[in-house]
């Protein structure tokens, strides 16, 4: 089992917590112990005390994207803003940059109620044009923001407005978003279920559920089949993200991307004059191959990326934890972000699957019907969005509404990735495409066109 960086340095006994022995029922099961299992575990307590409610975790809580990520607490999601605007309405792309926005807030307030430290810094965000190819992208999406009346707060700070947070090589200009904090995901995820429990919430650990079926035929409440009891309940939620894909009747619901990531060994004092950036920012570039940075508060540089291949069959294996190549690759590149770096020492190297809807819209739905619901669909962007998925999730088993039901993701239902060979044709095809115009506008120092096939493709 992988424990990443985070869950190691989470100060948290990783002894795993008995497995089910023997059927039970309750009011609300949730299968997997991440974020999204374990805010709507904490939601539903919070709204009703008096509900049973079981969380069924395959290996540890924390032990999928939750425990691994790269530590931002964003308000993003995957889809862009002039996107998410051309599917519904500027009204819609305010609502939710609003809902999100105030999630960053809302994250960091139960941390405070549940006593939890996730050694918070509430940095922002900079997303830097690390060239002038980079330039178009960066007033592209500042320009969207302003025409959608949600660049408030937003700022563009010139090269040296930048260098005096972070000296960050090529940074020409950069856009700075304060809706955001940096957090350590271990101790975020392990403060969580231990905050569950205390409220009355039950977990087993090492407990793989190999099937969730719906009220529906001759089954007359949702259950939760594992190998040591089955869990019948009146609500079931998956919360199981990339490794939905695994599951019976949902391979096509998610595809598992996998995003690596690299850390270095705390840097020193001296090296840390030099590239400042004591504000703790979130930082990212403007590539198409995602990437993203974080500083620890003891003092390391994580960088982290997209890239590593998609698997065949939508397969996720411990071994694909680990890519040779798009590890290397990441240590050259933060060499390149931070030339004083070149000599760092790198301490620690993992990754991780991330679950993506065929649309990018992440999914947040309860049907009272069937008894079954689910938070997930983030790309990479859950930190922040599962802790609002697990708000609409509670709100809709116990109340029945939601306060957030003008959301698109609120009852939204992706359509499914192609079977395969296809599904891999077609994800290799824009994994390899993006890579390469990212590479030749780094090379030639002009923008990507836009027009190309994958470029139109993955406007999202
Ligand atoms: C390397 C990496 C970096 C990332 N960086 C960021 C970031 O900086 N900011 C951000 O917002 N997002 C980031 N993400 C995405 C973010 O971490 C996820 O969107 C978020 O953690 C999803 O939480 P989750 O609880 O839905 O899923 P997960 O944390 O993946 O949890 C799913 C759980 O379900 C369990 N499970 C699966 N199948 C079963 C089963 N059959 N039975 C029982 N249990 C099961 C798994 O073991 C796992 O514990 C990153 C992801 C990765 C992989």
Do not use: C, K
Request: charged share 25%.
């Amino acid at each position: 089992m992988t424990v990443s960086f985070w869950l190691a340095d989470a100060g948290d006994d990783l002894t795993p917590r008995e497995p089910l022995d023997g059927s039970v029922t309750v009011d609300v099961a949730i299968v997997g112990a991440g974020f999204s299992g374990l805010w709507t575990a904490r939601e539903v307590l919070r709204r009703d005390p008096s509900r049973s409610v079981l969380v069924v975790e395959a290996e540890i809580a924390g032990f999928g994207a939750s425990g691994r990520n790269g530590a931002w607490l964003s308000s993003g999601i995957a889809v862009t803003p002039s996107e998410l605007e051309r599917r519904t309405s500027a009204a819609t792309v305010r609502a939710v940059t609003r809902a999100m926005r105030a999630t960053v807030d809302e994250v960091i307030h139960a941390l405070d109620e549940d006593g939890i430290d996730a050694r918070v810094r509430r940095g922002g965000i900079l997303r830097i044009a690390r060239g002038a190819h980079e330039l178009p992208a960066l007033s592209g999406s500042m320009a969207a923001a302003t025409r959608l009346g949600i660049d408030e707060g937003l700022q563009v700070l010139s090269a040296d407005e930048l260098a005096a947070r972070v000296r960050v090589a090529g940074g020409l200009r950069a856009v700075f978003d304060p809706y955001a904090a940096a957090i350590h995901p271990g101790r975020l995820v392990r403060g969580l279920a231990r905050a569950v429990e205390a409220n009355g919430g039950r977990l087993v650990e090492g407990t793989p559920a190999l099937d969730v079926r719906g009220r529906a035929g001759g089954v007359s409440r949702p259950q939760v089949r594992t190998a040591t009891g089955t869990v019948t309940a009146d609500a079931v939620v998956l919360a199981t993200e990339a490794w939905t894909a695994q599951l019976p009747r949902r391979r096509r619901e998610l595809l598992p991307l996998y995003s690596l990531i690299v850390l270095t060994d705390p840097v020193d004092y001296a090296t840390w004059r030099e590239i400042g950036w004591r504000g703790h920012e979130l930082l990212s570039s403007h590539r198409y191959t995602v990437d993203y940075l974080s500083r620890t508060v003891d003092g390391r540089v994580l960088f982290g990326g997209r890239g590593a291949p998609y698997h065949l069959g939508s397969r996720i294996d411990p071994a694909y934890d680990r890519h040779a190549a798009t590890h290397g690759l990441l240590r050259d590149q933060l060499a390149g972000w931070f030339p004083p770096l070149a000599n760092t020492r790198f301490s620690h190297a993992w990754g991780g699957p991330l679950g993506m809807p065929r649309d990018w819209l992440p999914s947040f739905a309860f049907d009272p019907a069937s008894g079954l619901g689910h938070t997930w669909g983030y790309t990479g962007q859950g930190v922040g969005a599962s802790n609002l998925g697990g708000r609409v999730l509670a709100d809709l088993i116990v109340e029945g509404v939601t306060p957030f039901a003008e959301l698109p993701m609120v009852g939204h239902r992706s359509r499914r990735w192609e079977p395969e060979p296809l599904r891999w044709l077609g994800a290799r095809y824009l994994q390899t495409s993006l890579a390469r115009i990212d590479a030749r506008a780094a090379r030639t120092g002009r923008a990507p066109t836009g027009r190309s096939l994958a470029e139109r493709l993955v406007r999202h």
